[in-house]
């Protein structure tokens, strides 16, 4: 029996060093790309510019998981803030390779949390190294914390969801201060952080704060995973096309 093709994702790994370096993923990424549609495939932070050209070639869309922190002193963003748990250099340095052909490339591409700040940082983003001293105050967006976020009407990702507000899961302690290059604010919480970013001229290039991979089937959050792999899947027929 044939079945109709599924777009292949693949999906960013963590690196843990030692002296045996092992990757990590956690398994709802892979999940959630299952039930969008896609086939997770995931990848490790290894090889260089070739290698990178050479894997964008061959998959249908990218997901950026989520992670730890930057060593923003390697990034010319100032030293690296003490509170940071900073990603392995060699991890760091293959995610910007691997975003910025993905954005040049117009491959779909979807970042969550660490990923999200990735493709901001990869075209002149600026960063919250600690959201406790950049915001005293604020409400609190690590530990799993749940809250709302407001959707810019009229972006890609309200059409996604055909919401207004989401219920979202916040893990994470760094946040994109500012957007550079082409990316605009597509998401915004009630105190006006930025939670969702998109390119208006890129096939489909979405960031966003939050875990949705982390909500219950059916929930709202499943339709961004699957606006991405549709978006992935459109993409591999074209490619196709072009081919024939």
Known sequence: MAFPPR???????SLEPGERPKLSLGTRYADAVLRAGGIPLAIPPV???TDVERLVERVDGVLFSGGDDFDTARLGLG??????????????DFDFELARAVLARGTPVLGI???MQLLALAEGGRLHQHLPDDRPGAQPHSGGVEHAVALERGSRLAH?????ELRVVSRHHQAIASVGGAWSVSARDGEGLIEGIERADH?????????PELSPEGDPNDRILRAFVNAAALHAARAVARIR
Do not use: R
């Not at 030293?79 to 760091?92: I, L």
């Not at 996604?160 to 207004?164: D, K």
């Not at 096939?203 to 875990?211: D, E, I, R, S, Y």
């Open 47 to 49: 090889g260089g510019p």
């Open 203 to 211: 096939p489909f290039a979405l960031g966003v704060q939050w875990h």
């Open 113 to 115: 949390c660490y990923g």
């Open 7 to 13: 777009p292949l994702i693949a999906i960013t790994t």
């Open 160 to 164: 996604a969801t055909s919401e207004s």
């Open 79 to 92: 030293p690296t803030h003490p509170k940071a748990t900073p990603v392995p250099t060699a991890k760091q």
